[in-house]
Structures are given as C-alpha cells and as structure tokens.
C-alpha cells in the first residue's frame, strides 16, 4: 500500500450508507498531508488522482476488496479541494463487486468534482481493506 493511500485511510472519518443506495465517507486532509507536496507550495490544491484515489478508498470500504482503477469517464473538475476542507466523498456503485462506481466530491462550497470510475480488483488481493 502506498504512502498516499495510508494517508487517506487515516484521514478518513466515516462512511455511512445513504438511502439511495451510496454511500458517502468523509475526509479532512491537513496541509501536510502527501497528496498536497509540490501541488503547489505557494497555494496547495489536491491533485484530481488523488481525489479519483479518494473514491477508491471509498469504494474499498464498501466491497470489502483491494480496487485499482483500470477506467475513468466522465471526469469533471470544478473547484479546488484544499488543506483542512472537509470533503465528502459520495459513491454510487452499480453493482455488489464495485466493478463500476460514480463519484462526487462536495465541500462547503459546493461540487468539487464527479467521475465514474471502472475498478477492477487487486490480482493477488485475498483480503479486503
């Protein structure tokens, strides 16, 4: 597991099924969390992969599996995610294995981002996360 992935485990502080079938998780990531480092020093901004990472992690939680992502559409980036925002991740899977799952990223501004990711799981994983 990478560092990035550790961190945002960590960072995470609860998912909750919601009533329409997502689920949502939480995360407050810190200025000095890894995903910000050189993104950019002067103003740092979360790197739209580790936002698409975000709803992997997510997704991880729901399905019990090690995801990687092996598709993304739709993808849409609309406000700057930074240091110390809440950020609530809502995924949407289209079925029991996570195989595809749609994402939106919401602060207190507002929609960050949306995407569908294509996830296939981890060869080798034997264990969910």
């Given at each position: ?6 961190e945002l485990i960590n960072a995470m502080t609860s998912v909750q099924q919601g009533e ?110």
């Open positions: 597991m990478n560092r990035v992935r550790k329409t079938g997502q689920w949502v998780s939480h995360f407050r990531l810190p200025v000095s969390f890894v995903g910000f480092e050189g993104h950019f020093p002067e103003r740092p901004i979360l790197p739209g992969i580790v936002q698409m990472l975000m709803g992997v992690v997510t997704a991880e939680r729901i399905c019990g599996n090690s995801l990687e992502i092996s598709a993304i559409s739709n993808a849409k980036f609309v406000q700057p995610v930074s240091p110390d925002m809440d950020v609530a991740v809502s995924c949407t899977p289209a079925n029991k294995e996570c195989s595809s799952v749609n994402v939106r990223l919401t602060t207190e501004n507002g929609v960050a981002s949306s995407f569908t990711l294509q996830l296939a799981r981890v060869a080798g994983s034997t264990e969910g996360v």
